[in-house]
């Protein structure tokens, strides 16, 4: 799916969504989704007239299994660096575990259509099957990454510690990652949200969303759902609407 020029999404359903950043003939790959989205990753890249060996860089948004996918498998097999904030860094490699806030709302408003379509997506996509990424680079906040976009890193912690958004300003995009979604894979609902259930700490999220602000960004890419093309501001405007009142204080 093209989203804008050099930009492509890897995932029609927008579940669990890969990104592919096209610069110059070389590619960097904004997450690893799920491990089955491999299948699927070449195609994406023919439509943009590239292939798997046109593939320079992946970075994460985070190292959530959701996002670590075929991560380990495009290292080994292809040779390409997977980067990851530094505070993900062990999480990546299999070191720690993810962590979920336990004083949170959880999973309040879930619906069990919306829980079933994702567990079902993802496990015929190697949800259970993601395995850990051996070896990765590691950057931190206001880095400007020596890859395909150039991506500008805004770190933005709660949702995992090393959580991050990806700033291109010249493809007057953002990858936000996890910091909000479009699509709530709990709620089924759709629109840009501040999802509580899988944050490690939901204060820190809320707190970080101010780290968005000012970013001119008119396509904003999540994590899960489909991209936002009214700009940054309405959008964090919209997340912030969305989250709960206890959380506000």
Same mark, same amino acid.
């Given at each position: 799916?093209?989203?804008?020029?050099?930009?492509?999404?890897?995932?029609?359903?927008?579940?669990?969504? =890969?990104?592919?950043? *096209?610069? #110059?003939?070389?590619?960097?790959?904004?997450?690893?989704?799920? +491990? /089955?989205?491999? %299948?699927?990753?070449?195609?994406?890249?023919?439509?943009?007239?590239?292939?798997?060996?046109?593939?320079?860089?992946?970075?994460?948004?985070?190292?959530?299994?959701?996002?670590?996918?075929?991560?380990?498998?495009?290292?080994?097999?292809?040779?390409?660096?997977?980067?990851?904030?530094?505070?993900?860094?062990?999480?990546?490699?299999?070191?720690?575990?993810?962590?979920?806030?336990?004083?949170?709302?959880?999973?309040?408003?879930?619906?069990?259509?919306?829980?079933?379509?994702?567990?079902?997506?993802?496990?015929?996509?190697?949800?259970?099957?993601? =395995?850990?990424?051996? *070896?990765? #680079?590691?950057?931190?906040?206001?880095?400007?990454?020596?890859? +395909? /976009?150039?991506? %500008?890193?805004?770190?933005?912690?709660?949702?995992?510690?090393?959580?991050?958004?990806?700033?291109?300003?010249?493809?007057?995009?953002?990858?936000?990652?996890?910091?909000?979604?479009?699509?709530?894979?709990?709620?089924?609902?759709?629109?840009?949200?501040?999802?509580?259930?899988?944050?490690?700490?939901?204060?820190?999220?809320?707190?970080?969303?101010?780290?968005?602000?000012?970013?001119?960004?008119?396509?904003?890419?999540?994590?899960?759902?489909?991209?936002?093309?009214?700009?940054?501001?309405?959008?964090?405007?919209?997340?912030?609407?969305?989250?709960?009142?206890?959380?506000?204080?």
């Amino acid at each position: 799916m093209e989203i804008a020029p050099g930009i492509r999404r890897v995932g029609a359903q927008g579940l669990v969504n =890969v990104y592919l950043v *096209e610069e #110059a003939g070389s590619v960097t790959i904004v997450d690893a989704g799920l +491990p /089955g989205l491999w %299948r699927e990753l070449p195609a994406e890249l023919a439509a943009m007239g590239r292939s798997l060996d046109d593939v320079r860089a992946l970075v994460l948004t985070h190292a959530h299994s959701d996002h670590v996918g075929f991560a380990e498998r495009i290292r080994r097999e292809r040779a390409v660096a997977v980067a990851v904030h530094a505070d993900d860094a062990a999480l990546a490699r299999g070191e720690e575990k993810q962590a979920r806030d336990e004083h949170g709302p959880g999973y309040r408003g879930w619906s069990p259509l919306a829980l079933t379509r994702f567990f079902a997506y993802g496990l015929t996509r190697g949800l259970t099957t993601v =395995v850990p990424i051996a *070896e990765v #680079a590691t950057f931190l906040d206001g880095a400007t990454l020596d890859v +395909p /976009g150039a991506p %500008r890193v805004v770190h933005v912690p709660g949702h995992t510690a090393g959580s991050v958004a990806f700033h291109l300003p010249a493809r007057d995009a953002a990858f936000v990652g996890d910091a909000f979604v479009t699509r709530d894979v709990v709620t089924g609902r759709h629109g840009p949200r501040f999802a509580t259930a899988f944050n490690a700490d939901n204060r820190r999220a809320v707190a970080s969303l101010a780290r968005l602000d000012g970013i001119a960004a008119r396509h904003v890419l999540p994590g899960h759902g489909d991209p936002w093309s009214h700009g940054m501001t309405e959008a964090v405007q919209r997340v912030r609407d969305s989250i709960p009142a206890e959380l506000r204080a």
